[in-house]
RNA sequence: GGACGCUUAGCUCAGUUGGUUAGAGCGUCUCGUUUACACCGAGAAGGCCGUAGGUUCGAGCCCUACAGCGUCCACCA
């Protein structure tokens, strides 16, 4: 529409909103509005990795979010039956210990016990409940169009449906198991841990070398002291001829005034050149002494409470002190009586918890597990492989997943490290002490137990713990399709497995691998097809963004400033599966700049073509660009489908950018009649576009009159514009590269840009045909006022070679003679006192005969062209 | 201790089964208001592809060793 009021510059701020408003009015998000096309599709799901509830969203949030729309915007428009289930995470302990943060910052000082149960965890559902609406808020505001009205959450009614069942189920298989172990204690916050909510913080522990009473033949070391009065044995390498004689004797030293009783035991575990040689084993405070205790049926002492304090088995001038005293204590008492041989410093690696940070201790207690290595009936068909009533492990399951390939890990390296962990992987403890979360549904009364989301009658008392986080994100893919729900479950069962899971590859172990053990052992088939693991976002030095270290980009700050689109090109643009992005705000604006160039592309066709006709004869620059333009959709097609994004990007900027703006869009303005293939390769351009930049994209297609919108246009056909001629685009290419030199040589000639020059070609056979055919787009681009062609370059005239052609340049009058003397004048003042210098430099006989002779050669080199300069300009 | 990754232009990164002269963006320098865009255009400079060996007609790419940086896992009590 000509004339009509288009900005110069694209304004993102003044068009999102909006845009996406008419998304989500069109119902076109959810995969059972879509036009026919796709309804007959193939099903492409995508499972939104959920947000935990615990505050705002961040860069890799958003990062997550312009990957998956991406996908689910392209698959859209290739055809396909689109569904993005958005959601969000309860997040169990991490949720608890934010509002307990908040709570004591208010100025509580045990919020648990001062509010209760009922009241503590009505505060952390409102926290929830606010976090979740901020954080629906972000997720519209990245773009996605993800479908609203199938939104979850981890802890709503139907996914805890689904969590008891899925209990029950296990617990009827015998592989949900109560059991008296050691676990990971998280004192501070009073509850288990599992493994991998546990971190190792490096500090230096004292190590002390001693034995427990004056009468005792072994020496141990150890850097808890205070835990050996519940060692029950001491455990030397079997090959120790040192220790040989004690072993299967047993002894009753007088430990700090406590009495314990150990056995020598012989055990391959043991380090013969660590230490003493010898090893007291706690098997109630370490999971290594506990394996070992099993191995050698020996009694556990617990002289570690839940309150982190000492028990009454540490004797009772320990009891009650915390461990840190005991340690102090015992150390004290060693050193009074004679006993502590050594005491040393080494570095350690300090158990603590991902949340809260505080210190982990590891005591045996009656928890949940899911046992992984016991072999349970198989009750469906599974993976292709087991039949129902086989006789499995969940390990194996996890295993043979990835190992048939039936969900592949990108990248490929991740396969091993996967492997890797399930087969260090212990039995998982799923029971915690916190409030916050699906409770487990067992109930006892007396001896009895029974599993049930409701009382089983009068007299029954529900077990107090929730479970872990993860134990319901794991069935997340199909919990959220409606398992265990037959009808619900039946409606999208053709959605699953999902296409792909896209996330971050910090939480592989975390919840990857725990979705694949659910998703096989319930429903007998793997999770989703791709695992997509993105990299972690950084800030331009490489660094982690930490509020501490102040370098946090905010998406909610960057994108009224520069867009949405802006922000999810730097997301997408430079980030290759597994590999860590680094963002800054410069990159943000350099993709705002290609935003607004896109525009301006648009700009400038609807305000310089008419809607219809202007179909002239196509010519050369017209067949060239409907190659590339061909080829670019080919190969941008292919690369998405290979999650190639980055490259994918690129490609297309190189096309919009150098082949459609810079040359295509410049021959438009000489040639003219080009209004078709303008309009035409703008069509096909902002649906390629249109995954990357959803807005912008839509916007321009908005203003081209479009009636469908962009969301729900078919992807364009590698030959959507007729069969590009690749001939002619190698035509072209000949006289782009003759361009480019001619260019270079007015640029090497100091020929004012502004001046018209004439231009003489020496060529021959197709070549000049070619220029004949093209002169004036030729001149246009070169701004020559006269192109001829010679057989021979004229006389005087600058000269370049370009292929087999000759560009020749005709200067007379072309340029500036005051400008240029007065630059020769400043260049020969320059090279002469730059002559000057290595000529003293060369005559300091000091330096030349202490200088290495390459320099001096290299310093006569530089001088005798610093002279041949000087002469040139003398001239 | 085990495993993995990275090292290419000043910066951030591509580089597809080893094959002509190693690419892009940003930055730098020079020039420029030519009716889409200065959030722009034209041109230029800038690389012993971490080090040392090896395989090959040929190596940024394959092999070996080493160095530096980073990540994960396990952990010596």
New binding site residues.
Partial sequence: MPGKDLP????ASTVEDAIYAEWEASGMFNPDNLPDRNQSGEPYCIMMPPPNRTGTLHMGHASMLAIEDLLIRFHRMQGKKTLWVPGTDHAAISTQVKVEQLLIKEGMKDPRKELGREAFLQKVVAFAEGSANTIRNQVRKMGSSCDWSRERYTFDDDRNVAVNALFKMMHEDGIIERGYRVVNWDPQFQTTLS??EV??KETT?K?LTFTYDADFPIA?????PETKFGDTAVAVHPDDARYKEFIGKTFTPMFCGKQISVTVIADV???????T?A??V?PAH????ADMAVRHELPTVVVIGADGKMTAEAGPSYAGLTVKEAREKVEHQLEQQGLLQKMEE?P??LPVAERGGGVVEQLPMRQWFIRVNRPFALRQDTLGKWKQGDDVTLKELMTYAVESGQTSIMPD?FR??YF??IN?LRDWCISRQIWFGHQIPVWYKGDDTRVSPTSPGDGWERDPDTLDTWFSSGAWTFSALGWPNKEEWQKYRAYHPTAVLETGY?IL?FWVARMILMSAYAIGEVPFKDVYLHGLVRD???R?MSKSLGNVLDPLDLIPKYGTDAVRLSLLM?S?P?????LSE??VE?F??????LW??S??IL??TEGTGGEGQKTLADRWIIDRLNTATASVTKKLERYEF??AG?EL??FT??DF??WY??IA?VEGGKDAVLRQVLKTLLPLWHPFMPFVTEHIWKEMGSDTPLIITPWPAANGLGEGDTQDAMRFEILRSL??DA??L???NGV???KQVEITLTASGTVKKLVEENQRVISHLI?ASAISIADAAPEGWATTVSGTTTVALNLTGAVDVEKERAKSAKELTEARAYAESLRAKLANEEFTSKAPAHVVAGMKEKLEEAEGKIEALEK
Avoid: C
């Fill in positions: 110069k510059a694209y304004d493994d991998d971190l190792t522990a190590l141990i070391s150890t850097t808890r575990a043991v380090d013969p050149t660590f230490g040689g090893l007291g706690t370490s999971m290594v002494d080494i350690q690696n390296r091993k490290t890797h962990w260090n910090d172990f331009e030095q490489g982690k430079g290759t597994g590999q860590d992005v680094k410069a990159k350099g705002r700049n290609f935003t607004n160039k301006n592309i700009r400038f305000l310089s980055s490259s690129e900027r190189d950018w150098n703006a810079d869009l410049e303005k361009v480019t260019r270079r007015r640029a090497e004012e840009p502004a701004r």
